[in-house]
């Protein structure tokens, strides 16, 4: 009996492996590798772990700062030879989950928060946001406690558009009703 899904062997791993790497902006560590190849029940972390190593050795891979890998031109060049026989539903799925892969890693690009405990026990935090011409925003909220700041920074984070908005909005508003 045929085995179910694209993954039947080792050659399989690698070539979504190499689909999925050829199409990341960013360095990729093992795990996150994986996690976005994982479009097939039949793959497993060790397949990866395995095939990471040997795409290395073959040229495919380059290690990258903080155990992360890049694609090589010999990995780009077979990557798109290979491509095809990756099957048509794996293969959507991987682009979707590298492009959402994409854009946090761009978006985490973007939004820094980083906590300065100060001598009274209490802590600054201090938030920013930037786009591709620099810096749009940068905030410093005191919090009573390094607990609570790094809790106001994880916050930013993830909502940081939304507070750049409604601070822009709150200020344009304002300056509409003083100009009337």
Do not use: W
């Not at 794996?90 to 959402?100: H, L, M």
């Not at 946090?104 to 001598?119: A, C, G, H, N």
């Not at 909502?159 to 304002?174: R, T, V």
């Amino acid at each position: 009996m045929q085995p179910v899904g694209f993954i039947h062997d080792m050659m399989d791993v690698k070539v979504l492996i190499l689909f999925v790497v050829s199409r990341s902006n960013y360095p990729m560590s093992i795990q996150q590798i994986y996690e976005i190849c994982y479009q097939d029940d039949c793959l497993s972390y060790f397949d990866v772990c395995t095939a990471v190593p040997e795409m290395v050795e073959s040229g495919h891979l380059a290690p990258a700062e903080g155990d992360c890998y890049v694609i090589t031109e010999k990995g780009k060049r077979d990557g798109e030879l290979t491509a095809d026989s990756i099957a048509f539903t794996v293969k959507q799925r991987a682009e979707n989950a590298i492009t959402g892969f994409n854009r946090q890693l761009r978006r985490s690009s973007y939004v820094k928060s980083r906590v300065i405990p100060r001598d009274n026990g209490e802590s600054s935090v201090i938030l920013s946001l930037d786009d591709e011409t620099g810096n749009l925003m940068t905030l410093e909220l005191m919090a009573p406690d390094q607990r609570q700041a790094v809790r106001l920074g994880r916050l930013f984070e993830k909502k940081a558009d939304i507070i750049y908005n409604l601070i822009m909005n709150e200020l344009l508003e304002a300056e509409s009703e003083i100009d009337s």
